[in-house]
C-alpha cells in the first residue's frame, strides 16, 4: 500500500502544473541617479523622490505576488539594483523567487528581467543593436522537474515617436535567428511586450508602414497565415518557426491589456512553438490564458488604473499601463479542449450589429464614412441609407469626410444605443467624402426613426424638453447646460445626434450646435 501510495504520489509530481507570466510593469525606477534615467525619473525632480518610488516598487511587487506565477517576465525595470530590491520586498511578504535573470544593455533606461522558483541553467542576451534604445532580448533556459524549457523575454521597440514597424523587424529576425540554432524538439516561450497588436497584419497603421505589410509578429514569427492567426489546429502540425499566439482563445472583446488615450490594444504576448503541443515533455495546458486584471487594476471606469503623472509630478498612485498576462503548463500530453475560439475576420455590413449584443469574431466594415466626428466618439454609415452606428471613445483619429476599412473588436447597447466600443482601422481610402448626402435635414423622414443618424439644419419649437417640427416632435436632450432654451423658444440645430436613451432622442453635444432665433 505504501508502495502504491509512492507512485501515484510521484506520478502527481511528473504531472504537476505550473504557470508563466508575463508583465509591463511601467518603469520601476529607483531613486538614485545613474544618468540614463527618462527625464521624469530623475531623482528629486518631479516628485520623484525615496518615498515615491518605495510606492512604486511596493505596487509593482503586490501585483507580482497575487499573480503568484512560478515564471514571470518583466519589462521595463531599471536596472539590477531596484530588480534586487524588489526581490528582497517579495521575499519579504513570502513571495520568493530564488532564481533570476536580468540584462545588462549599457547606457539603457531599462532592462529586461525574469524571475522564477524552478532553477536557471543558463541565460544568455541575444543583441539585437548596439543602439541603447533597443533592447536586448533575455534567454533563459529552465529546468523544470529534469525537463529543460527556454523562455524569451522580449520588450521591443514602441510605436510611439515615430517607431516604424522596421524595427520591430529587426528585433524578430534576430529573435527568429536564434530560434532557428535550436533542434526541432526543444521546448520555448516567446513572452514579453512585442508593441505589436495580435492583428498586426490587418491593423498596422499607414504612417509606421516601412516594410510594405510585413510585420515582425505576424510575418517574422509566423503567428499569422492565409489572414488569421495560426490555429491550434494548425499548429499541432506545424513546421519549426510558426507560432501559436495564445490572444486567439479569447474572444474579440477581450483581446486588450493595454491602453493608450482610451485605444485598446494587445501588445504583450505568449508565443508558443509546435512543440508544447505534441504531447512530449511540457505541454500548453488548453484553455488556461488569461489576462490578470483583479479590480484594483483597473478604475470604476474599466480603465486600467496606471501609474499617475499629473501636470508633470508623481502622485504615488496606480500601478502600470499594461495588465500582466497568465498561462498554465503540464506534463500532461496536451488535449484539445471544448473552448476552441479562434481569430478570425467576417465582413458585413453595419446593420449586422444591430442584430447581435456579442461578437464571436471580429467583424471587417468596409468603405465606411465617418458623417460626424466630436473627440474620440463619432458617428460612420456605408451608405447614404444604410444604418448608422456610433463610435463610443474608440474614434481617435478618425475624421469626418473620412473613408476608412475597419475591424470591430467590440459592441456593446447602452440604455437601448448601440455603440461600437474597441475597433482597429485596417485602411484609410479617402479623406474627402461628402457627408451630406449621408445626413437627414428633416426628423420627418423615413430613416429619422432609427437611432445613430445625423440630423441638421432643422428648427422648430422648444417645450416640454422636445422639439416640435412641423407635425412631429422629438425629445431632445442638449449635452451643454449653457445657454439653454426656454420653453416656446424658436431654436435651430445646426447639428444633432439621433440617439437613444430607452427612447429615440436628439442629442446636441456642444453650443455652438444650436442657436436660440429671435
Partial sequence: MRLLWFLLFFAGVLEADFSIATYNVENLFDAKNQGSEYDDYKSGTHNWNETTAQIKLNHTAEVICDINSDIIGLQEIENVYVFQELISRLKQVGCDYPYNAITSKANSPIQIALLSRYPIISKREIIVSRDPKVRNILEVSLDI?????KVFVNHWKSKSNNGKESARVNTARALANRISQLSSNDEYIILGDLNSRYDAPNTLESKLDDTNGFTAIGDVLHTFQNNHLVSKAEIINATKGMHYNLWGELAPANRWNHQFFGDKSSIDHILLPRTLFDRKGIEYKDNTFIVFAPPYLKNRYGAINHWKIKNGMHEGKG?????????????????????????????????????????????????????????????????????????????????????????????????GLKEVTHLSIVKQKSTDIQVQPFILNSINAPIANRQNEVIREIS????????????????????????????????KISYGHLGYHKKLELVVYDKKDFEILE
Fill in 145 to 149: 522537474d529534469d525537463n529543460p524549457l
Fill in 319 to 415: 500601478y502600470s499601463d499594461h495588465l500582466p498576462l497568465k498561462a498554465s503548463f503540464t506534463m500532461t500530453p496536451f488535449k484539445l479542449g471544448s473552448n476552441v475560439a479562434q481569430y478570425k475576420i467576417t465582413k458585413q455590413p453595419i446593420e449586422y450589429l444591430y442584430a447581435h449584443d456579442i461578437l464571436q469574431s471580429d467583424i471587417l466594415l468596409e468603405n465606411v464614412v465617418v458623417i460626424w466626428q466630436k473627440g474620440t466618439n463619432a458617428i460612420i454609415k456605408q451608405t447614404p441609407q444604410g444604418r448608422g452606428i456610433f463610435l463610443y471613445k474608440c474614434a481617435k483619429g478618425l475624421k469626418a469626410g473620412g473613408s476608412y476599412d475597419m475591424l470591430v473588436h467590440e459592441i456593446k447597447s447602452y440604455n
Fill in 460 to 491: 422648430g419649437i422648444y417645450r416640454d424638453n422636445k422639439i416640435f417640427c412641423s407635425n412631429k416632435s422629438l425629445p431632445i436632450f442638449f449635452k451643454t447646460r449653457a445657454s439653454l432654451p426656454q420653453d416656446g423658444d424658436k431654436i
